[in-house]
């Protein structure tokens, strides 16, 4: 189960000492995000004793900016998993475009940072496939992800094809 505490819980209260500096590249990449969108790409995540589990780079950028983020809160018991949600997109004269408005989950364990935007490779009925992510979440339990297959790569980091199609 996972409850929010965005509205009870200080960052300062969260413990993130068993956590490592994340690389410079990757806190740029999820700062341009949030200046441009004004939101997280994801949210943070903290066990029962406020220790952090997911979301360390959120963290630092809400620490950084004075600006409060999502913060759920699960036993630290349960395994956390970083799931992307999006649709299915077809690389057509020198753009992406939506090939359908079907949206898909996938269970994202790549090394490269992930934020809505960006192209996915998955695996899909008839083959492999293309899928634009629109939100990125953390899911407790194993339970949670039963059926959801992994992302495969991670094609391209770029603009928002919603955006351009308005």
Wanted: proline share 4%; glycine share 6%.
């Amino acid at each position: 189960m996972i409850v929010e505490l965005t509205s009870i819980l200080n960052l300062d209260k969260i413990n993130v000492s068993g956590m490592i500096t994340p690389k410079p590249e990757k806190i740029k990449y999820y700062e341009e995000y949030f200046l441009a969108k004004g939101c997280f790409a994801n949210a943070v995540i903290v066990d029962e004793c406020w220790n952090i589990r997911a979301g360390y780079v959120t963290y630092l950028l809400a620490k950084k900016y004075g600006v409060r983020p999502q913060i759920f809160e699960i036993r630290a018991s349960k395994p956390v998993v970083k799931v992307v949600r999006g649709r299915y997109v077809k690389y057509i004269s020198w753009e992406w475009k939506f090939v359908s408005e079907k949206r898909d989950s996938r269970i994202y364990t790549l090394k490269e940072s992930v934020v809505p935007g960006d192209i996915l490779r998955v695996e899909a009925s008839k083959g492999t496939a293309y899928m634009q992510v629109e939100e990125v979440k953390y899911v407790a339990g194993p339970i949670s992800c039963v059926g959801l297959r992994k992302a495969l790569k991670h094609m391209k980091k770029g603009k928002n094809i919603l955006e351009s199609e308005t």
